[in-house]
Nanobody, 125 residues
Framework: QVQLVESGGGLVQAGGSLRLSCEAR????????VGWFRQAPGKEREFVAG????????VYSDSLEGRFTISRDNPKDTVYLEMNRVKPEDMAVYYC??????????????????WGQGTQVTVSS
């Protein structure tokens, strides 16, 4: 069993930055493929970014325009999502997800096995 706990969300001004964290509990994050998803009111949960267990392969949604960066610190059992130059359309609940196997190239929600509770990101303009 693995529990994923997100943190770092909050209120940020448009154009500002935030760093979200996803901590794995119950087992090390090493060996897990980890992704970030987000869901805004009235919209479906969408893929944001993913990273493989070794950290040498990452995948991003085309809609991010190079503004976000995913990284991981395996000794700390933590994966990060750095959000830069945030826009109002980035406002959503951000979820951390993980899977024990399967390539990071597969970004569908159903391919991920474990989910965190989500952290709210609010953008003011």
């Amino acid at each position: 069993q693995v529990q994923l706990v997100e943190s770092g969300g909050g209120l940020v001004q448009a154009g500002g930055s935030l760093r979200l964290s996803c901590e794995a509990r119950g087992r090390p994050v090493t060996g897990l493929t980890v992704g970030w998803f987000r869901q805004a009111p009235g919209k479906e949960r969408e893929f944001v970014a993913g990273i493989n267990w070794s950290g040498d392969s990452t995948v991003y949604s085309d809609s991010l325009e190079g503004r976000f960066t995913i990284s991981r610190d395996n000794p700390k059992d933590t994966v990060y999502l750095e959000m830069n130059r945030v826009k109002p359309e980035d406002m959503a609940v951000y979820y951390c997800a993980a899977k024990d196997y399967g390539s990071v190239r597969y970004t569908s929600r159903s391919s991920y096995h474990y989910w965190g509770q989500g952290t709210q990101v609010t953008v003011s303009s």
